[in-house]
């Protein structure tokens, strides 16, 4: 394992590469770190006891064609997101890219330690029935959790009744 000031990172996957997807792509999110042939690219973020958080996992929708061979059916691609204290998700490449070229997105509310280690891992992984054996993850956001009236916008005047009469 490989220290890093905002957690550890699986030295494994230390395979990066960078590129686009279909049409301009965020810097942020052209740079991903590969995970090749089943192994999943994990990191383990520092968070607090007892508050919850929203996890983004991210990543450029560019295609490894070099790596990953021809695909072009539903199944060949699934990726396999995980975040402590969640359930998984996973997320078909080609079903995901069919009306968005957008980077993939996958999102996690509610995230916590769950060990009590001051941590919160998340991985990139293949689903076990995905034909492609490779992974990628361009960028981990982790924000504090907030009530769902929060999520909704002050403009939208949902957080009137929860006002306490204080500023900061």
Sequence with gaps: MCW???????KRAKAYATGGGPGKTEAAV??????????PVVY?????????????????PAH??????????AGDLVYEYKV?????????????????????CARFDGAHDVDGDGYIEVSSGVSERSRIRHTRLSAIYVLPS???????????????RNASGTST
């Design 4 to 10: 890093r000031d905002w957690g550890l990172c699986d």
């Design 44 to 60: 383990r973020v520092k968070a607090e006891r007892d508050k919850k958080y929203l996890v983004y996992l991210v990543s450029t």
């Design 64 to 73: 490894l064609r070099p790596l990953a061979g021809k695909t072009g059916a």
């Design 146 to 160: 907030v009530p769902a009236y929060q999520r909704r916008g002050p403009l939208s005047g949902a957080m009137n």
């Design 30 to 39: 052209a740079t991903y770190r590969l995970g090749l042939d089943g192994l």
């Design 84 to 104: 402590e204290g969640l359930a998984h998700q996973t997320l078909d490449w080609i079903e995901y890219l069919t009306g968005k070229q957008q980077p993939l």
